[in-house]
């Protein structure tokens, strides 16, 4: 445990914008695994709230407006995705980590699909665990910190200060992931980025060279903005993607 002090405490310290602490909802029954991630995390000087239930889980997230949630996929009433889902249909796109015990590639699929933005398995690394969230933070903050700006490539547009995204004047919901990944493209139009340089810049950390992670998400993006348009992010095979406007 010293050691993962003198890990964590290297680290700048992060806050909410208005100076407050970072708020953490986190759900597990774990007793053992929530009391090692509420101090890790306490040493970041976060406030942590665990929830032991899916149930109270979506009412502690009702009452207390998480920055960003740790969320286990086997509880004991309900399941991690109909926790999500019930905390998406509230109307915030929260950042959520899944925390689970399921490591096969479906499981994390699933996760991924069901608009989870990152999954880690048990056993795990608190240090990776806090750097993980601290890239998922550090990307919705961009969002708020930054002046408002609307990016236009073609059709589509992003405002980056509304975190709204539309194609031909539809609105697209996209995750914290999603919307952060085509922002990199459209900042970036009709520059072919490597996977290496998506996986860089998207996740803010090593994802251990499962650079496969990004074909996953470019597909995300694909379905939800194409539908029966012409496609805006193409392959550049042995590279990696590029998007351009509709010819």
Same mark, same amino acid.
């Given at each position: ?12 310290? &992060? ?31 976060? #406030? ?44 915030? #796109? ?25 999954? &880690? ?13 601290? @890239? ?7 969002? =708020?910190?930054? +002046?408002?700006?609307?990016?236009? =490539? ?25 919307? +952060? ?10 520059? =072919? ?33 194409? @539908? ?7 392959? =550049? ?7 351009? @406007?509709?010819?």
């Amino acid at each position: 445990m010293e050691r993962r002090r003198a890990v964590l405490a290297q680290l700048p310290r &992060m806050y909410r914008s208005d100076g407050s602490p970072i708020r953490v909802l986190l759900v597990d029954d774990e007793q053992v695994l929530t009391d090692l991630v509420k101090l890790a995390l306490g040493y970041e000087g976060w #406030s942590v709230e665990v929830a032991a239930t899916g149930r109270s889980a979506i009412e502690a997230y009702k009452a207390n407006r998480p920055d960003v949630v740790v969320l286990d996929i086997m509880l004991p009433d309900l399941d991690g995705l109909s926790v999500l889902s019930g905390m998406r249909a509230l109307g915030r #796109s929260t950042p959520t980590l899944f925390l689970t015990a399921k490591d096969s590639i479906d499981d994390r699929i699933i996760g991924l699909t069901a608009g989870g933005d990152d999954y &880690m398995t048990k056993p795990f690394s608190l240090e990776e665990l806090v750097a993980r969230l601290r @890239g998922l933070l550090r990307r919705t903050a961009e969002g =708020v910190l930054e +002046e408002d700006h609307v990016l236009v =490539v073609g059709d589509l547009t992003l405002d980056e200060s509304s975190y709204e995204v539309r194609r031909a004047g539809e609105e697209i919901a996209l995750t914290t992931t999603e919307f +952060e990944l085509l922002r990199y493209f459209m900042r970036n139009p009709r520059r =072919v980025l490597t996977r290496a340089q998506i996986l860089d810049r998207v996740w803010n950390y090593d994802f251990a060279g499962r650079v496969n992670i990004v074909d996953l998400y470019v597909s995300y993006l694909r379905k939800k903005l194409d @539908g029966d348009r012409s496609t805006m992010i193409h392959t =550049v095979r042995g590279v990696g993607y590029v998007l351009r @406007g509709p010819e």
